[in-house]
């Protein structure tokens, strides 16, 4: 590459597009859908179910502990499909890189999307690259769409909690945020707190593989597990309770929380996720869970209540109970 | 709607998050797929043939004679899909947004979007929503990306031409770039030129109606005709020749093209399509199109030879030749 440096005319769909695309995209993504280089990869796809989802990254900084926001961006789409039960297979990529970005944090960052591609078992197989004049955007946001295939039998969605199923979580809350965070006051070091950004599909499959009857599956990002639990509470029509000595927290994030004034129930997670399952399946998911990489810590943090429908409410440690609402305002900007 | 801008905190992931999702884009994009606001859309797809592709939009001014950021982003995704002969079924929406955008703005483009969404007769069922600080985007940035599916017996790409097949266009050059420029400029009004942006899956399924034996489709997008064309050169190793004087060009796209010093052959278009099809079909295929909207002024541009592969000449009205070569460097940044 003769650039050591992201032109303006890197975007224009010319010759520079072209070699952008031939020097340091395919390279990392290379597969046979990709490097045809048509205007959309073809793919083939059995069955008639199919998962589509999209998430944008714009986390600030682009490197932190434990990932950068190339990871993110494949774990991301992975997650949401895998919360539907599918199996994702092939991922779109999109860049909007300003101006005068260096070549090599580029391939850096392409080189990590494509290391969480493989451990995922997906391709990145259509791409986009747009490049924008200095102050124009923040040095590199990502767009990432996917595409899975959901087998017969299988309905997840955060419309099915029914009073009586448990909640559970894979382990650790509030890495991801507080990572982001410590890496923004230069503290990332001293902290010890890294993302927990992982691609949770095999986790999920493995769970599927206990049963089929998971009721709803969901990845806390933005807005932690308090707005993702609320979200359900409205979509299912129910009440959730959740047990406050039960929630896994690392004892350097709720450091790090209470100095920085954050709730880690609101803190974002980024290899995480919620399943409301049945009682009685909660304990074999749960064995099953924590002999995954990724649900080495999974706990039971409460349960599914017919009581007070949208609303979840905490039981504290210390016996009292309070109401856990959505997320109001923004608690950290541009975590993901 | 409560706020007349958007604000971080709508892209919290929390209550305004939610809000907007449900005041803003689920009013406009509304289908069964997307309402459910599941971490993913749930779709259904026969066979296993699937085109997916993506592109993201930076253009500036959002605004321009003949469309908007909305239109330009579904209308991208949907051709490109096209381009492959696929019908497009499914969208994805992915905005990042400066902070203090007009809620207003914001309106208008979802509505636009959808407007296209539904002449193109593809559903929006799943989005993202990131909010950035003031100075971190320039107003707004959208990605689209798309599935759909391709029949048997259609074998349509950038590698498929071959010596003797004919070249068609579907109508002017130049048309979106030299509006976009137009409003840059302030011009927009006297000009006269609005941009061609269009889906044109429906064009594309006309025309495979005459013929499954087409062999390359390509919108001529950021690079123009000129840098397409050398695309398919390259990918199919044969060469390609254009005739000056049958390229359809506006009289006011010409005149601008020569005010600003641009050559209409590398101007970006986004409602144009370059066909490569077997001689004894073209006539055919012309006549079909001719009847189309999208189709009216199409024109027979040019054919391929075996002569210097990878390149594209360019026969001049006055009897001479020239090497049209791909675009270098940069003419139009943010063009779309
Ligand atoms: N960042 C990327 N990673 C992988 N592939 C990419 C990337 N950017 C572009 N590509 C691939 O390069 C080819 C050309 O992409 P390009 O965006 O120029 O085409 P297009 O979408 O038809 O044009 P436009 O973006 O102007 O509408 C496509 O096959 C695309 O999948
Ligand atoms: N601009 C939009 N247009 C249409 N639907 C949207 C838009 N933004 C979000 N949605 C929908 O709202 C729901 C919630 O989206 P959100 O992005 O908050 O979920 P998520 O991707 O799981 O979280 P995160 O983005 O934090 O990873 C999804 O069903 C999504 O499809
Ligand atoms: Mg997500
Ligand atoms: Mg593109
Ligand atoms: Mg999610
Ligand atoms: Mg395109
Ligand atoms: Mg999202
Ligand atoms: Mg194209």
């Known amino acids: 590459m003769k650039y050591d440096k992201v032109l303006l005319a890197h975007g224009s769909g010319g010759k520079l597009s072209h070699d952008l695309v031939r020097e340091v995209f395919l390279p990392a993504f ?3 859908a990709l490097n045809r280089l048509d205007d959309r990869a073809e793919v083939s796809v059995p069955g008639t179910r199919l998962a589509f989802s999209t998430d944008s990254f714009v986390v600030n900084p682009i490197f932190f502990a434990g990932g950068d926001i190339g990871k993110l961006a494949v774990c991301g789409t992975v997650n949401d499909l895998a919360m539907g039960g ?16 260096e070549m090599d944090i580029l391939k850096k960052i392409v080189a ?20 924008v ?29 029914k009073p009586g199923d448990k909640v559970i979580i894979n382990g650790f809350i509030g890495d991801h945020g507080m990572a982001v965070m410590a890496e923004r006051q230069g503290l990332s070091f001293q902290s010890g707190i890294a993302s927990d950004c992982a691609p949770l599909n095999k986790l999920v499959a493995k769970m599927l593989e206990v049963t089929r009857d998971i009721r709803v599956l969901r990845d806390p990002t933005r807005g932690g597990v308090a707005t993702t639990l609320n979200e359900i509470a409205g979509q299912s029509s129910v009440g959730i ?21 954050f709730d880690p129930l609101y803190v974002a997670n980024e290899g ?16 099953v869970m924590q002999g995954e990489k990724y649900g080495e810590n999974a706990a039971i943090i409460g ?9 979840v409410v ?14 109001v305002g923004e608690q950290l900007p541009r975590i993901c």
Request: proline letters at 3%; a negative charge.
């Open 30 to 32: 290379g597969n046979k």
């Open 86 to 101: 599918a199996q994702p297979l092939y991922l779109s990529v999109g860049f909007i890189i300003e101006e005068g970005l």
């Open 112 to 131: 990590s999307m494509q290391a969480a591609a493989r451990e995922a078992g997906v391709d990145i197989v259509t791409g986009d690259t747009k490049v």
């Open 133 to 161: 004049e200095k102050g124009s955007a923040d040095k590199l946001f990502i767009n990432t769409a996917g595409i899975g295939i959901v087998e017969e039998g299988i309905h997840i969605s955060g419309h099915n909690a």
């Open 241 to 261: 309770v959740l047990h406050e000595k039960e929630l896994p927290i690392r004892d350097e994030v709720m450091a790090a929380c209470e100095f920085l004034g």
């Open 272 to 287: 995480k996720l919620l399943a409301i399952v049945p009682a009685e399946k909660a304990e074999d998911i749960l064995a």
């Open 303 to 311: 349960e599914v209540v017919s009581d007070h429908p949208g609303k």
């Open 314 to 327: 905490l039981k504290t440690a210390v016996g009292g109970r309070r109401i856990v609402d959505m997320l």
